[in-house]
């Protein structure tokens, strides 16, 4: 009786941990219900992991784990909110628990103009002002570390963005309106 409580107790703290917390075999699970994503940013830890919300899980990944890694149950849902749901942002090869569209890159789109803003160059590169420190963009009253393409950044990007730009001294940094704003790229009314 002992040694088939203690074989319960760990199988249990074996197999637990791996439906808990995100293993290879999850994103192997993940390949297996849609072998179209293999060769694209979609068979990555970043599927489910970033933008990281929720116990370093996105939104996707937080409906999955609320469905029991059930990848059927969600497919109809829009986990990130940018009006196509999981399935058809997965067959296109996007990240259904991001807007951000490749991983890194974010679009802003709005009335003058979409800006397309490179977080990955922002945060590490050298010539950049953030030094990789997060602090310097992220805060209470500048950019959340969830990205959002359905809300307006404008009172947020325009001090510190322009703020940055200027302080950089840099003769790349943009410095003019359109020289961040896409007038080819304006959401049509």
């Known amino acids: ?29 993940f390949i297996g219900r849609y072998p179209e994503v293999k060769e694209t940013q979609l068979a990555s830890c970043r599927t489910c992991h970033l933008p990281a919300e929720t116990n370093c899980l996105n939104p996707y990944a937080v409906a999955l784990r609320g469905n029991t890694l059930d990848f059927a149950a969600v497919e109809a849902q829009d986990s990130d909110e940018d009006g196509t749901s999981n399935i058809e942002e997965i067959k296109a090869g996007q990240l259904p628990g991001s807007q951000a569209q490749p991983d890194e890159v974010f679009v802003f789109t709005n009335r003058i103009g979409a800006i397309t803003f ?21 805060g209470n009253d500048t950019f959340p570390r969830k990205f959002y393409d359905n809300k307006s950044w404008q009172n947020v990007a325009h001090p510190l963005c322009k703020g940055c730009h200027k302080k950089s001294g840099s003769p790349n940094a943009p410095q003019r309106c359109f020289d961040c704003h896409d007038r080819s790229n304006v959401p049509a009314d």
């Open 118 to 138: 490179n977080h990955e160059k922002h945060s590490l590169a050298k010539e950049y002002q953030s030094e990789g420190k997060c602090a310097n963009c992220h």
């Open 1 to 29: 009786m002992k040694k088939m409580m203690l074989y319960t107790v760990l199988t249990a703290g074996l197999i637990i941990p791996a439906v808990a917390f995100a293993t290879p075999g999850i994103l192997k699970l």
